[in-house]
DNA sequence: CGACTTGATGTCACGTGATGACATCAACAT
DNA sequence: ATGTTGATGTCATCACGTGACATCAAGTCG
């Protein structure tokens, strides 16, 4: 991150990277497959929160409302590294195929979150698209939490 | 697309692909910015045509059915060319980097589809959703109409 | 204690993707 | 005949990503 905020991805190479970190290239591939992974260590972690949120929602809860439970705890666990998102966002906006990588972290989201409305006993397509129409609230509010002014969480 | 469906995406090279069509890998790249832009070479006129229908629409028609005529361009487009298509999918499905490219593709086209329903006056976010469940239905019949048997157009 | 696994890291070599600089050549206009 | 333009080729170069093998530290067991 450091590197991608001070002078670019594109500008940024894999050995620097390493170097950064004490490390060699080689190594750097053994933890992440790619250049761009790197970005997106966190989004397992955030997916699996929000499939425990949803899965631990009150059965009388609706499909919406378990989603809701799972944008809730996405909210508290990106709420502690605002600036970070911040930075993150910014990086990945300016180049497309960090924007790739994004948007295919965000349908494997929805796919998660629609199994789990599954699990839950909800058919299809009735599960699938309110996990689509959460994703679709996630990426509205994010962007504009991140866009705000300095103010609230 | 020969290559890519006798021997697999990752199988294939530039140098062979520029081979097989006559030219040199230097050439390739001046047509193409990438290995994967290749097999979306035909997307840009696809979104074209679906733009140009939207914007086509009368002026009576609601959002909906303004979207409803940009996929009734793109099934006339895509039903010339099943054999195609089919194959370009499954080469598509069968690797990580082209899913990713193919959505990108995507929320490019719903970007202008929810552009052009602005231009025809309707106000956001109703363009955005209109645009969004256009591309969502758009991504389902598109997926049955490929992997369904030999029948319909 | 010494020998033996195991896991993490480094080193090296290599193929491939992608790009810049320059040369070539045909088509065409004047 | 000359010069221009556009498309292509050639060459050099860099960075990404991976396989093969070496090394070294931490632990395990006889």
Redesign the pocket.
Known sequence: MELYVERGYEQ????EI?ERA??????F???F????EVLFEGSGQLQDMMVTALAGAPDSASPMQAVGAALDAAASMLGQHRDFSGQRQSVIAANSELRERELIKLASLAAALASGLRDRGVAEPRASLAAEAGIAVFRVAFERWVSEPDSAG
Chains 1, 2 share one sequence.
């Open positions: 940024t190479t894999v050995a390493a004490g490390l060699t290239a080689r190594t591939f053994r933890y497959t790619d250049k761009r």
